[in-house]
């Protein structure tokens, strides 16, 4: 990695404190969804949960919360270290800037996933309410609508809720009311997960600002480095090299090693 160069000219190419504040912003932004993720999960969990939201907000969907939440803040600690020393850091911009894409494309896939589920509303929860459903999960429709079955209440009723005791022509199913929970539900989800894209993405760019910006710090240290070594090789700026003693095995070591200048330091490869 590169120590250093001239100590006595700051190179053009570093970071302006803007670029860094800007950086730290939006990786704050970042991270705070993150936290986001902990807390919903951690509410879910914590609450009882009512069986009617059970039916949207699954054990599965609090565990991907959980584990969502813990992957984001480690990646933000990622681009943290990475942007407190860029330089000598570059694999933790570019494993931040990677790591960033991986969640870019999960999130997006989940969003989209949870707004097809809003296409086909009716055969989707229909099936749900026919199949998969507890009595519980039912019933908390049932009791809350003072609805009764599915379509009608002939279709998968459950019998012991209040409003299925005495069913006339006037009791309805609970489909209108399923429907319009689960598009509701579904909806605040996905525009939720598509806002945590759009500051991935910012994030995205601010790490790949930072990264080109160090990259052409690099360059430009190699490059006055390069200067300052053919300098001192052709004699420049009132130094000589000196000879040093032979070597064991009968050469001499390379003069143009053994100084330099007052205002460089040695910058090589470590």
């Not at 404190?17 to 914590?46: D, H, K, N, P, R």
């Not at 399923?178 to 525009?191: K, M, N, P, Q, R």
């Not at 690099?218 to 001192?232: G, L, P, Q």
Request: charged share 15%.
């Amino acid at each position: 990695m590169l120590r250093a160069v001239d100590v006595t000219t700051s190179s053009p190419m570093r970071l302006k404190s803007s670029v860094q504040f800007g950086f730290g912003l939006i990786t704050a932004c970042y991270m705070a969804t993150g936290i986001t993720a902990l807390a919903v999960a951690e509410y879910f969990v914590s609450e009882d949960s009512s069986p009617k939201r059970e039916t949207i907000v699954t054990t599965n969907v609090t565990k991907s919360l959980f584990v969502a939440g813990v992957f984001i803040i480690v990646v933000s600690l990622v681009g943290i270290t990475g942007a407190l020393s860029p330089l000598s850091r570059k694999r933790w911009l570019l494993a931040y800037i990677w790591l960033l894409v991986i969640t870019i494309l999960f999130e997006t896939g989940v969003g989209i996933w949870l707004w097809s589920r809003t296409l086909d509303v009716n055969d989707l929860y229909g099936f749900n309410w026919r199949s998969l459903w507890s009595d519980a999960m039912k019933k908390s429709y049932q009791d809350d609508y003072h609805c009764c079955g599915y379509l009608n209440p002939h279709d998968s009723p459950v019998l012991s809720s209040d409003s299925c005791r005495n069913v006339n022509g006037s009791s309805f199913g609970c489909t209108h009311f399923v429907h319009e929970f689960a598009l509701d539900s579904l909806g605040y989800i996905y525009t939720c997960v598509f806002s945590f894209v759009l500051i991935d993405v910012f994030a995205m760019m601010a790490g790949m600002v930072v990264l080109i910006i160090r990259n052409d710090e690099e360059r430009w240290r190699w490059s006055r480095a390069n200067s300052i070594f053919k300098s001192m090789k052709g004699g420049g700026n009132g130094f000589e090299p000196k000879v040093t003693n032979a070597t064991p095995d009968g050469g001499y070591e390379d003069p143009y090693t053994t100084w330099i200048t007052p205002n460089a330091l040695a910058m090589y490869p470590q």
